[in-house]
């Protein structure tokens, strides 16, 4: 069984950046792709960032290109999602994932485990 605890959330100003991590428990993130996606009020639940398994390899939605990026510390069995120059479209519960598969997808309904969300609201 794994578990996944994120954190990092809160409230920031247009511009600003916040870090988001997702703790990953019972097996090591390594072993696994990983994916961050987040749902606006209203709106359904839509993919961010993820990190395969095999090569590390990221993708990105276009609305958060160059200013997001996935990392993972494989030591302490999480992955992050570093956030810039954060818009109010960008505040939404983001959630991050877990995929057995070795390629990580966009789908959210590839993934396997989910986490129970934090909270990110940016002002303008």
């Known amino acids: 069984q794994v578990q996944l605890e994120e954190s990092g959330g809160g409230l920031v100003q247009a511009g600003g950046s916040l870090r988001l991590s997702c703790a990953a428990s019972g097996r090591a993130s390594s072993r696994y792709s990983m994916g961050w996606f987040r749902q606006a009020p209203g709106k359904e639940r839509e993919f961010v960032a993820a990190?395969?398994?095999?090569?590390?390899?990221?993708t990105y939605a276009d609305s958060v290109k160059g200013r997001f990026t996935i990392s993972r510390d494989n030591a302490k069995n999480t992955v992050y999602l570093q956030m810039n120059s954060l818009k109010p479209e960008d505040t939404a519960v983001y959630y991050c994932?877990?995929?057995?598969?070795?390629?990580?997808?966009?789908?959210?309904?590839?993934?396997?485990?989910w986490g129970q969300g934090t909270q990110v609201t940016v002002s303008s």
């Open positions: 994932a877990l995929d057995f598969s070795p390629v990580a997808g966009t789908d959210p309904q590839q993934y396997d485990y």
């Open positions: 990190m395969s398994r095999i090569g590390g390899g990221t």
